[in-house]
């Protein structure tokens, strides 16, 4: 797993035609079948259920579930989500915000809305008085690599690692 550490200030991009918001309860079942397309990209399990989900995204003081809708569509189930978590980052002494999780459905890539998600996330963990924000990925599975360099984020080779 890398982990790149953007600024808090973007460059600025073109607008997509998608506008990010938190999450509400209508947006969970879909969101739901995203984390389980993101864990078959991954190769991962999907442990997490709509009740659990719903306590984390809705009910937890440290979770913020963004999504995004695309507003040029008649849709209006979101096509991407972000979930950033707020804490304390030890090593630099202060509140962090952590990207732990960016998904994009495929048919909605490419289109700006994995950069208008972080753009959010990063404002979102700005206004909640971070000091900066860490995206985790696994680009050697699931090519995330390649969506990190074009939104100009550098991977470091820092590990992440997770306790089962």
Known sequence: MSVATPSLNPAPAPAPAVTVRLATPDDLPETHRMLIALAARTGAQVRITPPVLA??????????????QRTDSP??????FALLL????MVAGADWGFVEQLYVQE??????????LL???RQ????AGCQGVTISSQPEIDGSALVWRALGLDLSEAPRFAAE
């Open 75 to 80: 849709q209006r189930h979101p096509v991407g």
């Open 119 to 121: 753009a959010a996330a």
């Open 107 to 116: 048919p909605d890539r490419k289109r700006g809305i994995g950069r208008a």
């Open 124 to 127: 979102m963990a700005a206004r």
């Open 55 to 68: 306590r984390i995204a809705l009910e937890g003081r440290a979770a913020r579930l963004l999504v995004a």
């Open 86 to 89: 707020v804490g304390r980052n």
